[in-house]
Structure formats: C-alpha cells, structure tokens
C-alpha cells in the first residue's frame, strides 16, 4: 500500500509581486497568542466564536517541550490542554461549541487521537482501527471528525471520516492509493488531497458522510491539491495548470472550476473559504523553496484579491505573516488566524476584521492588550 507524502515542491520559476488592488475589504486589528512560559506557538484551529486552538514549544528546537492551548471567544484568555494522564497535546481542530481533536502520544511512534466536549472539557478517544494512528485535522460543529490514518511507524495515510460527536469509523473509499482529509462541511462533505500510483496528487470532495469520494478537476496540468470546504461544498485548493500552480475555487459540490491565480503573477495556493466564498491563500514571489509568501484574502465569491498586510492597523513591530494549509484558517465572521514572524519568534495571530471608522477606536483600545506569539508544530 502507498501513502501519501505531502511535500513542498521545489521550484524554479521567478515571480513578480503584485501590489494590493484598491478593496472594499475591511482592515485588521492583530492579536498575538502564546501560552505563558512558551517561546513559539502557531494555530491548529479557529470557529465561529473565534477560539483558536493551537500548539507551543519552549523553543525551536525539534522535540523541545511544549503544550497544547484553547482560547475563549475572540482569542481572550488562554487555557492549556493535556491528555488523560497529562500528556502534551497537539490540537487539530475546533468547533463551534467548542469541541477540540488532536493527538498525543502514548510511545516514540503511537499516537492517540481524541474529541473533547464543549468548550474543550474532558476527552473521549476516537475510535481507531488496530495498528494504526490517526490524525484528525478537522471537525464540523455536529462533531463529525475527519484527517488522515496510517500504520504505526509508517510515513503517510488514508482518509477517515466519524460519526457526530467522534463516534464511529469510516475509512474514505478515495480514487488512487492514499489520500489525506482536510476539510469538512456541516452536511458532512469531505475535502481532501489524494495520490494516484503514479504519484500524481488530486483534489477530491465526497457526498455527506464521506460517501462518493470524486476529484474535483484541475485547471489544465493535473496535479491539484484540496484544502478547505464551505458549507455549500465549495472546495478551494491548487491546481497546476499548463505552466504553474494556481489557487482555485469550485462551485457548489465541488464542481466548476475557478481559477483564482489570475489575481496574481507566479504560484498561488487558495486554503480556506467560509461560507460567503471570502478564500484565504498565499502567493509566491519566488520559487516555493526560496521564495517569500504573500498572504492574500478576497471578497466574497473569491474576487479582489488583497494582500493581507496592507489591511493589518497595527503591526508596528513588523511582523511577516506565514501560512500553510495546515495553519492558516478563516471564519464565518472574517477573523483570521495564521502564523506570524515577530521579533520574538513565531507566534500565532489572530486577525479580526473592524469596520472603518471604528477602527480607529478598537485600534487605540486593542494595543495595550496585545501579547506577543507564533507559530510552528517543534
């Protein structure tokens, strides 16, 4: 059996940046999140109610000590997670009322997957199949979890999907060989990235309950990566396309392909859309190995594309957002949050969207507030 490597891709093309369009989108205050005592933090995680959950380590270094974390509503107080028999936890997702999966180990190479109750209390393994590990990356506010499993001591996986509430198993009946969940809607729909056995990756979106598992298309060159999931079964992702490698956007049910690269000059990678079709993504001015990213949000239906520092009120410290499909996520409402570069180190952030000309008043009330954070999983 062969699992799926989800690699950067190394790259040779040059790019050109592409000024900030002129937007109706509204700016951002920053907040930056870290549990006390952690040197770096990313997020994992991000609901309606804007609770992040996320990871922290006490340094950069590989394996160096650190802690799972949940915030309340708008990313007020921070709340440090642990497993049964106070494992460090590493959060995958949350919810709206508050349910949070993960992991935690319990060896070098065994791992245990959980779903916590509202508001993150007490925890509830998920059910797993002998041998194997399992990897949750998402779940949707009837609890209904989805990510990828693989057997122990092995690079790669399969995609699952459970039942409301973590209850349940259903291994996705994906095209190809190996694949990976990302995303899940309210109805259930599964977004995804699979591999064919020629190594070749596509994009796939399932019926509810995982059921039906169908690529999505591509814009043209066949490699195409599926990242985030709306409720209406848009599914946002990158396609290569005769030349590069583009953000895209579908329809309703994964159908009729958009190409969103057009906004930009060079590679383009869409990974999240909320429920207004606003999409999240990241736009390389360079080859992807040595490039610089440039975090992009749209409008809705995924039009004026807009560089996201320039909406940002006050990053006085000059802090360099980052974002992958794995930490990068985008409310109902319009909050963001990604991973950031300050002087301090990498920190998660949390963005929230402020109506001009109350900007300037929540500006002015936010900066003695702020803390400072970042991402990375050690």
Avoid at 77 to 94: A, F, H, K, S
Avoid at 158 to 185: E, K, R, Y
Avoid at 276 to 303: E, K, W
């Amino acid at each position: 059996m062969k699992l799926l490597r989800i690699a950067p891709l190394a790259l040779s093309v040059g790019f050109v940046i592409v000024p900030a369009c002129a937007s109706a989108l509204p700016k951002y205050v920053m907040q930056e999140l870290i549990p006390a005592g952690m040197s770096l933090s990313y997020p994992a995680g991000l609901n309606d109610n804007g609770q992040i959950v996320g990871g922290s380590a006490t340094n950069s270094a590989y394996g160096s000590p650190g802690a799972g974390f949940m915030t309340g509503a708008n990313g007020q107080g921070i709340t440090v997670l642990t497993g049964p028999q106070g494992e460090l936890v590493r959060p995958g997702g949350i919810n709206a009322i508050g349910q949070v999966v993960g992991t935690y180990d319990v060896s070098v190479w065994e791992v245990r997957s959980f779903i916590t109750a509202p508001n993150g209390l007490g925890m509830t393994e998920l059910s797993s199949v002998p041998g194997f590990n399992l990897f949750p990356t998402t779940v949707n506010d009837n609890g209904q979890v989805a990510g990828g499993y693989s057997p122990i001591q092995v690079y790669g996986s399969l995609s699952f999907v459970t039942g409301p509430n973590g209850v349940g198993f259903t291994s996705l009946d994906t095209p190809g060989n190996s694949s990976f969940a990302m995303g899940i809607n309210a109805s259930g729909q599964v977004v995804g990235t699979g591999q064919t056995p020629t190594q070749e990756s596509f994009a796939y979106i399932t019926d509810p309950g995982g059921t039906n598992a169908r690529s999505v298309g591509s814009l043209g060159g066949g490699t195409t990566y599926g990242w985030g999931i709306n409720k209406s079964g848009q599914v946002v992702g990158s396609s290569w396309t005769l030349n590069s490698e583009h953000a895209f956007m579908t329809g309703p049910n994964g159908t009729n392909m958009i190409d969103l690269g057009t906004q930009f000059t060079g590679i383009s990678m869409a990974y999240r859309i909320n429920d207004s079709a606003q999409v999240l993504g990241a736009y390389y001015d360079g080859p992807i190995a040595t490039g610089n990213s440039h975090i992009f949000i749209t409008d809705a239906n995924g039009a004026n594309a807009t560089l996201l520092d320039s909406l940002i009120l006050n990053n006085t410290d000059g802090t360099v957002l980052q974002a992958s499909a794995f930490d990068a996520f985008l409310n109902n409402r319009g909050q963001i949050a990604l991973a950031g570069l300050t002087p301090n180190g990498l920190r998660a952030i949390l963005l929230t969207p402020v109506p001009v000309p109350g900007a300037i008043w929540l500006l002015g009330s936010t900066i003695g507030t702020l803390g400072f954070m970042r991402r990375h999983w050690a």
